[in-house]
Nanobody, 117 residues
Framework: QVQLVESGGGLVQAGGSLRLACAYS??????????MGWYRQAPGKQRELVAA???????NYADSVKGRFTISRDNAKNTVYLQMNSLKPEDTAVYYC?????????WGQGTQVTVSS
């Protein structure tokens, strides 16, 4: 059973930083064979892509977080990270980890990030 377990969310003031972590386990495919991403969903809004990294190491970011957020992975630890700097109140959302490969698509349970003004 594939599991994605997010951690690192919390309450932070605007301008602050948080680092989210997503621990990946239970798949016959190692994390370096998976595309990994972070999505977020704010109340009343659709889930949106924040950042993603391919198995080949390419990354892409939502325009709203470029220059502030960084996605990275530690394959030895089966973990993907999202470093979030210069946080804004509009970054407040539940953040979800995603792992995908071809027709496989896995989601974590989400972690709340709240940025106060």
């Amino acid at each position: 059973q594939v599991q994605l377990v997010e951690s690192g969310g919390g309450l932070v003031q605007a301008g602050g930083s948080l680092r989210l972590a997503c621990a990946y386990s239970g798949s016959i495919f190692s994390i370096n064979n998976m595309g990994m991403g972070w999505y977020r969903q704010a109340p009343g809004k659709q889930r949106e892509l924040v950042a993603a990294t391919t198995s080949g190491g390419s990354t892409n970011y939502a325009d709203s977080v470029k220059g502030r957020f960084t996605i990275s992975r530690d394959n030895a630890k089966n973990t993907v990270y999202l470093q979030m700097n210069s946080l804004k109140p509009e970054d407040t959302a539940v953040y979800y980890c995603n792992a995908r490969r071809v027709r496989l698509d896995y989601w974590g349970q989400g972690t709340q990030v709240t940025v106060s003004s």
